[in-house]
């Protein structure tokens, strides 16, 4: 599907959302997060594989969820995963989707850590025009992110619109901009 067809999906302006997220500290959790008595290479790739299975394969599962359904193939998607791995990810799809999965990601990457404090994860959108070149795109949601988001007290951020929101006041400006 082309870009520009994904952005038609969108509520209200026909824009694409490019959404980039990451975890937040994740070289400062592997080489400090463990106690240096209960230290091994078996728990820190242990930790690496889960954060890898969410990634590569839990989060495919929250995409496939906000898609139409596959035996509906006349529908167009409304997201598509560019990359996913690791301890980060780069998500294009009509704007309106990609912010929420944005939030979904938050949620549920917090459940999937048992809320453990020290994981939390941050994002970047950027928003744009449907013919507009991607790579800029990601460039741009890439920069918000690093620039935005992760200079946010804590980080556990999210930047969109060139702001930097905390992902605790994040609702709280869902809702202002809902009314």
Not at 32 to 58: Q, V
Not at 119 to 124: F, R, Y
């Amino acid at each position: 599907v082309d870009f520009h067809e994904l952005a038609k999906n969108s509520e209200g302006a026909e824009f694409l959302g490019v959404l980039r997220m990451d975890v937040d500290n994740l070289g400062y959790l592997f080489a400090k997060g463990f106690p240096e008595t209960d230290k091994s290479i078996a728990k820190i790739a242990n930790l690496s594989r889960m954060l890898d299975m969410f990634f590569t394969g839990y989060l495919n599962i929250l995409v496939s969820e906000r898609n139409p359904n596959e035996k509906k193939p006349e529908e167009t998607p409304k997201l598509y995963t560019t990359y996913a791995g690791g301890d980060d990810l780069f998500i294009v799809g009509a704007w309106s989707e990609v912010v929420e999965l944005a939030q979904t990601i938050k949620e549920k990457f917090t459940a999937y850590c048992a809320n453990n404090p020290a994981l939390h994860i941050s994002g970047g959108i950027s928003l744009c025009k449907g013919k507009y070149p991607i790579g800029h795109a990601a460039e741009e949601a890439g920069e918000l992110l690093d620039e935005k988001a992760k200079k946010v007290s804590g980080k556990n951020a999210l930047a969109f619109m060139g702001q930097g929101i905390s992902w605790k006041d994040w609702s709280g400006v869902r809702e202002m901009s809902n009314k």
